[in-house]
């Protein structure tokens, strides 16, 4: 028998696994033994611990109330494996009923780790994958979820682009893969892929752990939309036992970062003015009472922030039923002046098992925000006039009520002052999301069940824009307002069977799912003119003078399987395939199959290698598969006259698409080889090399102007990311007082476009290019060389190329449109990662966490180096090294200033390219535990307490010479915490 | 054992259920498809719509076509000046630097073509000859085909005159999206031009209002095109034909001062314009006159003037009420009184930068809706300038020429003595000097100006203040004793008197041949 269905195994294949439905293992007349397993710590039952008897084929799995029930020999010895538990051997000794308690591992190669559609733990693991649980999510105090995780999982790219509250964070997963399709990762939460507002609908406090799925091993059961790897997201759930309540709290202060960006104050301006070349041109030349104002605009706009924290959660349950509930409410005011973020939050998970048979659970989920945005002016807002407003203007009349900027002795480029528009104006975001699951699971057999999970989510977003009459963006239409109501809702229905059978060395487990998804989104825009001063409702509005609104629509069907095959935990194979179709795509090409294989060789179980005893583990990770990206707009595949315009009043229709009814599904191939290496039970050692190729890219071919279509959605090109990764932990000191631990994340991506629709690149953003050969970030700008020392002038290259595009000659010209763009690098970095070190000590615990990033590159835009082009703004200082030319014979590196600008010295070139590589010390914090034999601790029943002072973005090493090497317009801030948590 | 494989065969079964129910079709709510949209009279009729919708000041983008006709022209002349740097790439325009990658005129291509796209499928789907109302659907879009063409030649093809194997511009008879098509010739482009109209005012027996093209449309614009082809019997020929139609009228004295306030379809002048409803107001940023005009309320950029060359040449004539169309923005205290330098008496004017600002008011509504305004493409003083000119270049036609231009100065208000007779020119040396004169006068900041000269070789003197004036720019002399502090000199043969093809359209269609003066 036992042959029989090892030699049927080897064929490996799905198809041995639905025959295995049909073979019973028999075994001989025995004693049968029952019992139940459960959790030493918690007391849960464990549904699913493989019961395995030792030198015999043959076990059993507990059922989902832990419940379990094996014939064996009445001197036969079970033993019981759980992922995240410490294998237990139980002699049978006669017995025929054996509870066992299994103790949780602390080993982190029983890590358990949420991969698609179950667990698993890291000793198992076949493929690429990072998690972030427990502590380690609680460094950087933030609303999102992703923010945290920066520099903490090798190759998992995330950057805090924005300080507007309320902002997210940016990830990236192994490079960027496609053009005009989303970059971003799928989100799964709880099992299931995550409907509208993917991780905006989790608030951090409820999140149990965060995992991501980096290669396609991992990711291709979620084939459909995997290709940019999967962030899996699990909520906290209750356990049976006492009642826990915990309650964390935290408040503090930031500061906007400036960096290494030095703004002139009103006598350097004044002394700049007087060093034009033809400084008796300019507007300010010798008009000293200018100097009798200095006012710095970003003080005026910047001014400073305040952060608080309140999180409450209870948990609990018997037997029968779990819960977890949990409220919060985040609030973030912004370093710039009116911007802010409030939060609240809630989730109820609950768990409720009838019998052995069936199991029923929901996770009910909401949020409400409301977000201040930075208000537009007219024509900019803080962000822009902070920058460019003169020191010699103040925000203020001398008795102190608010100028207006209209005024003829304002100085300033644009006549406005801000403050005077915000004294009414607003711009609020009102988010709601809600997602409701509900959950079926029901035991067929004790080696197979049907699992059904399905999610109803819903974003209501509310973006409202008030301009009261009385402020120059509110005048000329005599006040506005405005409501752009965007509602999308998303069901998802996943329906999965599972099997999972053990014999004593061996087992096979799998699944057989199928999907449905449905997405819906309808937009309202509705604008009102006329309205009396402070009055912000529409009913207010003398004109209704624009309304829109719009409906989309999409989507997605998958079936899918997966098989898992594991001998004597030294081999583990595991196969997936599935089938994906979606409406984005055309008629004739909605469905794109997907599969992938990968194995892991657990060599430190092989004889060879089992007596070396510093070795705990050395396992041998590869992987291959294909996944897909449907991430683009609902109906790229559609030809359509719009009927978006009228003309006279009267509808009207324009082709705005040609169809393409051959679009279909973007495939990422990755492969992935891994190596983990643990050793003296205090290293941890895993390297991680890829490649993965993004074939038929949805990319959006920009026809030639003569065509008339702007562009079609087409399956051309495609894109190579290959690189390595590593993650090394270390317990360096591990005394009874005193302990010391580092983690380091380090990867290093390589980009090469591999392809392009006939080989034409693509320019964007003025400064960006696509092009075959080179990375997909690649700058591509006209080349600055030097200033002429005999004139100041401004000089670029002239590149001559020949037919191949390759540069011939170099010639240099003072004519900016003689100059031509070439490719001058990318911001693609050589290196990045994180680096933690916590230190211990008794109670403290000191967590110093470090990202960063080398060899990249960065344009900084936006003037204030701007040679006289711009005799109205304010300047900023040139960085340590560089000089203004001045006379004849000066070696500068910036050209002589004139007024009115020289040259087109101020557009786009190299000038302005700078190295952005950093070192951040991102998050320091400094925590106090109340030891658990307090008398205080014991007095009022707490189950643990601890204090912290925490601070983000401490210090930042970089030549950049902007505000932030990273960060966009509105800087990022230093943020200094202090926080208490509470368990009773 | 059974049981469970029973249970099995029924998920399987279900399964494949729901699999087969899942239809995947989901099309779009704001439009239909394109093998629905010309499919009746009514669809032709929308899609025809929807062209001129293509020219309404619409997008939040102070580069769209409209904006674009007017500025390729009006800020490559002198009737313009610039008060400070912006970021806005027609600033290189203006002082005679631009390069080959604005947006600009990047846009002026992509959507001109976009335009000459629409119409084209227009014209493919509806063969001539069914009905009155269809082929006169089919004119309206010809013209339009044709109108942007033109535009498009005039912005990135030399002057017509300057030979007829120069470099033109491709030409899209039909509409093609996988096209490469390679430049024609300025003979080729100015040939296919004429053509189209031609047919387009065969096609067109409708009088719609000037919100529509029309036959008197079509011959107005062959007037200009033969005029710029020195086809000057039939420039004469098809402003005749637009002065026959009896359709138009020229604005009389007392109402010019407010002609472009009006909806263009009371204007008496108008022959085709791009009419705005209150909805297609987008305020500050939009609109062709946001750059040359800030309303009270602040809305427009205001950031450039009439140029001082023009504004004396109006103040030759106090009475002239074109000057009206310059708005000079005096300092006002605050009852709203104007402020009066104490030592000359002269009244005070804001500045910016320095320069004093004269906001131009073609562009502007009414009081209250600054931003309201209905841009003229063609309109009847043209016709008869187009006349005149073209006269002027015809032998025995200088006397009507001078005709044309004194019956423009007589309704421009001047006195008798302001007349030209042939024996009195002025300050000119010939007709045609004075008629580009009155050309000048009549259409400024209309985007005729900088053709104007070119075509006929004429070296432009921009010798005001302005930005343009910065040392190191093109054909400028810096000169301290020159009141303006310099002069910058525009020669017709200079090679940026047009403009580069876009760089990134000769990435994506290498049959582009780039103009030379990169």
């Not at chain 1, 401004?794 to 011939?808: F, L, Y």
Request: glycine share 8%; aromatic share 10%.
């Amino acid at each position: 028998m036992r042959k029989k269905i090892r030699a049927l195994l080897f064929k490996s294949g799905f198809s041995v696994l639905i025959a295995l439905i049909a073979v019973t293992t028999i075994n001989a007349q025995q004693i049968t033994v029952s019992g139940t397993v459960t959790s030493a710590v918690t007391g849960e039952t464990l549904p699913g611990v493989n019961i395995a008897i030792v030198g015999e084929s043959g076990g059993s799995v507990s059922n989902l109330n832990g419940n379990y029930e094996i014939s064996v020999a009445a001197d036969a010895t079970l033993r019981f494996t759980f992922i995240g538990f410490e294998p237990q051997l139980v002699p049978v000794e006669g017995r025929t009923s054996i509870d066992v308690e299994l103790s949780e591992s602390t080993s982190v190669l029983d890590e358990v780790l949420v991969v698609g559609y179950g667990t698993i733990s890291k000793r198992q693991i076949t493929s690429s994958v990072a998690q972030v649980s427990g502590q380690d999510l609680q460094t950087v105090e933030s609303h999102d979820p992703i923010d945290m995780l920066q520099g903490q999982m090798a190759g998992v790219v995330i950057e805090r682009t924005s300080g507007q509250p309320g902002s997210n964070a940016s990830i990236t997963i192994r490079g960027q893969g496609s053009i005009s399709a989303s970059s971003n990762p799928l989100y799964v939460v709880d099992g299931v892929i995550a409907g509208t507002g993917s991780r905006d609908a989790v608030s951090p406090s409820d999140i149990a752990s965060i995992t991501v799925l980096k290669d396609a091993a991992a990711t291709a059961l979620y084939g459909s939309r995997a290709s940019n790897g999967v962030v899996v997201i699990t909520t906290k759930r209750g356990s049976s036992g006492s009642t826990q309540i915990d309650v964390r709290s935290s408040a503090g202060f930031s500061k906007t970062l400036l960096g290494n960006e030095e703004w002139m104050n009103s006598q350097e301006l004044y002394d700049w003015h007087q060093q034009l070349v033809n400084a008796s041109a300019g507007p300010f030349y010798q008009r000293s009472e200018l100097l009798n104002t200095d006012v710095n605009w970003w003080d005026v706009g910047f001014d400073g922030g305040a952060t608080q924290n309140y999180e409450a959660s209870v948990s609990g349950g018997n037997d029968q039923t779990t819960f977890y509930l949990s409220g919060g409410y985040f609030n973030e005011t912004g370093t710039g002046v009116g911007t802010n973020y409030d939060r609240v939050s809630g989730r109820v998970n609950v768990q409720h098992t009838f019998n052995d048979k069936l199991n029923v659970s929901s996770q009910v989920a909401g949020n409400y925000s409301v977000q201040n945005n930075v208000v537009a002016g007219a024509p900019y807002d803080m962000l822009t006039f902070a920058a460019r407003n003169l020191p010699w203007d103040s925000p203020y009349n001398e008795d102190g009520t608010v100028r207006t900027g209209t005024e003829p002795d304002w100085y300033s480029r644009d006549s406005e002052n801000p403050l005077y528009g915000m004294q009414w104006n607003s711009e609020e975001d009102k988010t709601t999301y809600f997602s409701g699951d509900l959950n079926l699971r029901y035991n067929l057999t004790d080696w197979a069940y049907f699992r059904t999970n399905n999610r109803f989510s819903l974003r209501e977003g509310r973006e409202i824009e008030f301009r009261d009459p009385r402020s120059q963006a509110g005048g000329s239409r005599n006040g506005e307002i405005a409501h752009d109501i965007d509602r999308s809702s998303s069901v998802i229905t996943s329906n999965l069977l599972n099997l999972n059978k053990g014999w004593a060395r061996q087992s096979l487990s799998g699944l057989i799912g199928f999907e449905f998804q449905e997405n819906k989104s309808e937009d309202t825009y509705v604008l009102g003119t006329g309205l009396a001063p402070g009055m912000k409702i529409l009913d207010a509005a003398a004109t209704a003078f624009d309304t829109d609104g719009n409906i989309f629509e999409s989507a997605f069907a998958s079936m899918f399987a997966q098989a898992e095959y594991e001998w004597d935990e030294t081999y583990i194979a595991t196969v997936s395939f599935r089938r994906d179709g979606s409406s984005r795509f055309g008629a004739n090409n909605r469905w794109g199959n997907f599969w992938s294989a990968s194995g892991s060789w657990i060599l430190s179980k092989e004889a060879f290698l089992s007596d070396v005893e510093f070795l705990d583990q050395l396992a041998l990770r590869a992987s291959y598969g294909t996944t897909g990206n449907a991430e683009i707009s609902n109906y790229g595949a559609f030809g359509l006259y719009e009927f978006t315009r009228a003309y006279y009043g009267i509808p009207a229709s324009w082709p705005s698409r040609t169809p393409n009814p051959d679009l279909t599904w973007e495939v990422a191939k990755t492969y992935n080889i891994g190596l983990d290496f643990d050793f003296l039970n205090r290293f941890s050692f895993s390297v991680d090399v890829y490649q993965r190729d993004n074939e038929d890219l949805l990319q959006n071919v920009t026809l030639p102007g003569t065509s008339g279509i702007s562009s079609q959605l087409q399956n051309v090109g495609s894109v190579r990311n290959k690189g390595i990764e590593f993650q090394i932990s270390s317990r360096n000191i591990e005394t009874a007082q005193f302990s010391w631990t580092t983690d380091l994340t380090l990867s290093s991506n390589s980009n090469t476009v591999t392809g392009l629709n006939d080989g034409e690149a693509i320019n964007y953003g003025g400064i960006y290019r696509i092009e075959e050969g080179h990375d997909i970030n690649t700058i591509y700008m006209r080349k600055w060389h030097g200033v002429n020392p005999d004139t100041g002038a401004p000089q670029w290259e002239v590149v001559t190329r020949n037919d191949a595009g390759e540069i011939t000659n170099v010639d240099i010209t003072e004519d900016y449109g003689t100059a031509n763009p070439q490719i001058v690098g990318a911001t693609t970095p050589d290196f990045q990662g994180g680096l933690r070190n916590v230190f211990q000590y008794r109670n403290f615990t000191l967590n110093a966490f470090f990202t960063f990033q080398s060899g990249s590159q960065r344009y900084l835009g936006g003037g204030g180096l701007d040679h006289g082009a711009y005799m109205t703004t304010n300047k900023k200082h040139l960085q340590p090294g560089e000089s203004y030319w001045r006379q004849p014979g000066d070696n500068a590196t910036h050209p002589a200033q004139i007024v009115n600008g020289n040259n087109s010295a101020q557009l786009e070139s190299t000038l302005f390219l700078y190295d952005n590589s950093y070192l951040r010390l991102r998050n320091l914090r400094l925590t106090y535990s109340l030891p658990p034999d307090n008398s205080l601790m014991q007095s009022v029943g707490l189950r643990n307490a601890l204090l912290y002072a925490s601070g983000d973005n401490l210090v930042t090493f970089t030549d950049y010479p902007g505000k932030d090497p990273v960060s966009g317009s509105y800087p990022i801030a230093r943020v200094i915490l202090f926080g208490i948590e509470v368990g009773f | 054992m059974k049981k469970i494989t029973k249970k099995n065969i029924g998920f399987v079964f279900l399964f494949t259920l729901l699999f087969a129910g899942c239809d995947l079709t989901r099309a779009p709510y704001d439009g239909v498809p394109p093998e629905e949209a010309l499919k009746d009279a009514e669809g032709v009729e929308n899609v025809t719509r929807g062209n001129y919708a293509f020219l309404v000041d619409m997008t939040a983008n102070t580069n769209n076509l409209v904006m674009m006709m007017y500025q390729s022209g009006d800020y490559r002349s002198d009737d313009l000046m610039i008060s400070g740097t912006t970021s806005n790439r027609m600033m290189l325009t203006y002082n005679y630097l631009h390069n080959p990658d604005m947006p600009n005129t990047l846009n002026l291509w992509r959507q001109g073509y976009q335009l000459i796209y629409n119409a084209n499928t227009v014209i493919d789907a509806v063969a001539p000859g069914q009905s009155p109302e269809l082929d006169q659907l089919i004119g309206e879009n010809k013209f339009l085909r044709s109108m942007m063409h033109l535009y498009i030649a005039v912005g990135f093809a030399r002057p017509y005159p300057h030979g007829r194997d120069n470099l033109g511009i491709p030409l899209m008879r039909e509409a093609d999206v996988n096209a490469e098509p390679v430049r024609a010739t300025v003979g080729e482009t100015y040939d296919f031009i004429a053509q189209d109209l031609v047919e387009a005012a065969e096609l067109m027996t409708e009088s719609k209002t000037s919100s529509y093209a029309s036959r008197e449309a079509a011959w107005a614009l062959l007037s200009r095109v033969y005029l710029y082809m020195e086809e000057n019997d039939l420039a004469i020929e098809y402003a005749d034909r637009v002065i026959d139609s009896g359709r138009f009228d020229l604005v009389s004295t007392e109402d010019y001062p407010t002609y472009f306030q009006q909806n263009n379809e009371s204007r008496p002048e108008s022959i085709f314009a791009i009419h705005h409803t209150a909805s297609d107001d987008h305020g500050r940023s939009m609109g062709v006159g946001s750059m040359i005009y800030q309303s009270p309320t602040g809305a427009g950029w205001g950031e450039n003037y009439a140029s001082k060359s023009l504004r004396d040449l109006l103040d030759q004539w106090p009475e002239d009420v074109r000057r009206d169309f310059i708005e000079p923005q005096y300092i006002l205290d605050e009852d709203g009184n104007i402020q009066y330098d104490d030592e000359t008496g002269e009244p005070l004017l804001r500045d910016r930068n320095g320069f004093p600002r004269y906001y131009v008011l073609k562009f502007v509504g009414p009081p209250g809706n600054e931003t309201l305004s209905h841009p003229e493409f063609l309109r009847y003083s043209e016709v008869y300038l187009n006349k005149a000119e073209a006269l002027a270049k015809t032998t025995g036609g200088e006397l009507e020429a001078l005709n044309i231009v004194n019956m423009f100065r007589e309704r421009a208000g001047l006195p008798p003595e302001a007349m030209y007779t042939l024996v009195d020119l002025g300050e000119h040396e010939n007709v045609l000097d004075v008629v580009l004169e009155e050309r000048r006068l009549e259409l400024f900041f209309e985007g005729h100006r900088a053709h104007d000269l070119f075509r006929n070789n004429k070296t432009m003197f921009r010798d005001y203040p302005g930005t343009h004036l910065a040392p190191g720019n093109p054909g400028v002399v810096i000169d301290p004793d020159h009141p303006a502090g310099g002069t910058q000199t525009i020669e017709p043969d200079n090679a940026r008197i047009i403009f580069f093809i876009p760089e990134s359209e000769i990435d994506i269609n290498p049959n582009l041949q780039q103009n030379p003066g990169v």
